[in-house]
């Protein structure tokens, strides 16, 4: 219904700019003139088509973060395979939470901590800590630190967009 709306109003628009009926005298003469005379049947067009109806389609029907929320059920549409899923997502929760916080560590905070000459080096509780350049040579010789390239999708792809993270092994 809506594209044949907008086919006819495109075609009466068209036919609308150019005269077509009328002799050439009565051609628009400049680009401006044929946007003035389309606009309004692209603007009936676009108030015809937001109709209650056509609003529901795009609604969103309850929240679904994680596996968890009102609007899981409905998004899964009793698709067994999209519940196992869900379920999977819930039971992985924190540990994609703390995946994503240490990537946003690990990309915006070692740059900032440089200027004052000092190393961040992830701790092995998964907090952080800084540490002079001495203090992390030292430690690297003793096999105290390792550099570790951050890894996502739960530990099974290594994530180039990172830098190199210095972690602790004790």
């Known amino acids: 219904m809506l594209k044949l709306l907008f086919i006819i109003a495109f075609t009466v628009a068209s036919a609308a700019a150019f005269n077509i009926n009328s002799s050439s005298q009565n051609l628009p003469s400049t680009r401006r003139d044929v946007l003035k005379q389309t606009g309004f049947a692209f603007l009936a067009i676009s108030i015809a088509g937001a109709t209650p109806a056509n609003a529901d389609i795009i609604r969103s029907p309850g929240k679904c973060a994680n596996g968890e929320g009102d609007g899981c059920d409905i998004l899964s549409e009793e698709n067994e395979f999209i519940k196992r899923l869900q379920e999977k997502s819930s039971e992985n929760r924190v540990a994609n939470q703390r995946e994503s916080l240490n990537a946003f560590y690990m990309k915006n905070y070692p740059g900032v901590f440089d200027v004052d000459g000092k190393k961040m080096v992830m701790n092995v509780d998964g907090s952080f800590a800084l540490y002079s350049p001495e203090e992390v040579s030292k430690m690297t010789s003793e096999g105290k630190i390792k550099i570790e390239y951050p890894m ?14 210095l972690v602790m092994t004790e």
Request: hydrophobic content about 30%; cysteine-free.
């Open 152 to 165: 996502s999708k739960g530990g099974r792809i290594a994530d180039m967009t990172q830098k190199p993270a």
